[in-house]
Structure formats: structure tokens, C-alpha cells
Antibody, heavy 117, light 108 residues
Framework: EVQLVESGGGLVKPGGSLRLSCAAS????????INWVRQAPGKGLEWVSS????????YYADSVKGRFTISRDNAKNSLYLQMNSLRAEDTAVYYC??????????WGQGTVVAVSS | EIVMTQSPVTLSVSPGERATLSCRAS??????LAWYQQKPGQAPRLLIY???SRATGIPVRFSGSGSGTEFTLTISSLQSEDFAVYYC??????????FGQGTKLEIK
């Protein structure tokens, strides 16, 4: 089955860290750039980070730059997001999303990150 | 950063009627625009890319149009499963990718 499956979310205190994972299956992982997109409770979609197929190009939203690190392991068909210095405003559902013809054509089901003391 | 503005915020339409959703970009994005549908508790689903191309498996009642700064998503005859939130997204000038704030399509 062609899918993306996120994991690693949870409850963390402000200033803490969390590592999200996204496992890909059913397609050639190395053919695609992959993104992280988040959605705060009751809010819209916010792009977080992007990584190219061979990890050559990496980009971050200003809101997470310097705190989050995106990476991928093509041998494991996996994408990661290391999140440090977490803040309350990072509370959201985090989705990984595949790029095809520029648009985000496949999304995972999401993993919930809650930052609270 | 390109700002995407959707209108209206909420649209009330009866089943079987046509729905027209709008999206405006703060500067030209050519045809590099996508539309997504999101239902409660679910991930977004790609409907339209390239402003007017339907994604795989998307019914023909969904159509997109526009270029430059003005775009439209039209649902020709609303089905019960179409009531959801719709987002537009530009991928012409990135980073950052930017989304509109969403239009909630509700049953009238």
C-alpha cells in the first residue's frame, strides 16, 4: 500500500525535545522531496520544513529555524523531524507530505505534539 | 512571502447546488496552485494541482481555474461528502510554501 505513517508525537514540557518519524511505503522514496506541515488546534495549515530527495536542499519556516532539524534516511524510507526548544505555540498535528508535480499529493495521518507544563 | 487569501471564510450551499470558492495570491504565482480538501480528524487530500488538473481519483465535479493571482475551485453539484474545509496553496515561490486560511463549506 502506498502510504506515509507518522509517529513520535506526544506531550512534552516547554523547552523539551521530541523526534518525529515518517515511514514511507509503496513508492520509490528517493524520487520525492518530502515536507513537514503542521496544524494547530482549530487552525489552518502551516508549512514547517522541506527536504529534497538526496538531502541536498533543506528549508525551514522562520518560526522553527534554529530549533527544528529535518533529515531522511533513504535506506530506511524514513523522514525525521528533530524538534528542540519546544514552545506552546508548536502544539499541533504534524503531517509529512510527499511532493509530486510541485503539490503535496500524499499525506500521512498525522501525529499530535502537545507542548504544555 | 506570498500571502494567499481565500474567500469566503464560510460558504453555505445546499446539496446538489454549485459551490464556488476563491483564492487570491499577493503576487503572480503563474499556475502553481493546489487545492486541498480536509474533513474533521483527517489529513488534507489533494484535489487540484497546476490550478486546473485533477489529482488521481478526484471526481469530475471538482474543477479549478485561474492563473496569475486569481483562482477558483468549483464543485458542480455538491454531494454530502463534499462538505469540508478547502485550502489553496501556492508552490511557485518557495520557501515558504504558503496556504490560504481555508474556506469551510457547510450544508445550507
Amino acid at each position: 500500500e502506498v502510504q506515509l505513517v507518522e509517529s513520535g508525537g506526544g506531550l512534552v514540557k516547554p523547552g523539551g525535545s521530541l523526534r518525529l518519524s515518517c515511514a514511507a511505503s509503496g513508492f520509490t522514496f528517493t524520487d520525492h522531496n518530502i515536507n513537514w506541515v503542521r496544524q494547530a488546534p482549530g487552525k489552518g495549515l502551516e508549512w514547517v520544513s522541506s527536504i529534497s530527495s538526496s538531502s541536498t536542499y533543506i528549508y525551514y519556516a522562520d518560526s522553527v529555524k534554529g530549533r527544528f532539524t529535518i533529515s531522511r534516511d533513504n535506506a530506511k524510507n524514513s523522514l525525521y523531524l528533530q524538534m528542540n526548544s519546544l514552545r506552546a505555540e508548536d502544539t499541533a498535528v504534524y503531517y509529512c507530505a510527499r511532493v509530486e508535480r510541485g503539490a503535496f499529493d500524499m499525506w500521512g495521518q498525522g501525529t499530535v505534539v502537545a507542548v504544555s507544563s | 512571502e506570498i500571502v494567499m487569501t481565500q474567500s469566503p471564510v464560510t460558504l453555505s450551499v445546499s446539496p446538489g447546488e454549485r459551490a464556488t470558492l476563491s483564492c487570491r495570491a499577493s503576487q503572480s504565482i503563474n499556475s502553481n496552485l493546489a487545492w486541498y480538501q480536509q474533513k474533521p480528524g483527517q489529513a488534507p487530500r489533494l484535489l487540484i494541482y497546476g490550478a486546473s488538473s485533477r489529482a488521481t481519483g478526484i471526481p469530475v465535479r471538482f474543477s479549478g481555474s485561474g492563473s496569475g493571482t486569481e483562482f477558483t475551485l468549483t464543485i458542480s453539484s455538491l454531494q454530502s461528502e463534499d462538505f469540508a474545509v478547502y485550502y489553496c496553496q501556492q508552490y511557485n515561490n518557495w520557501p515558504p510554501y504558503t496556504f490560504g486560511q481555508g474556506t469551510k463549506l457547510e450544508i445550507k
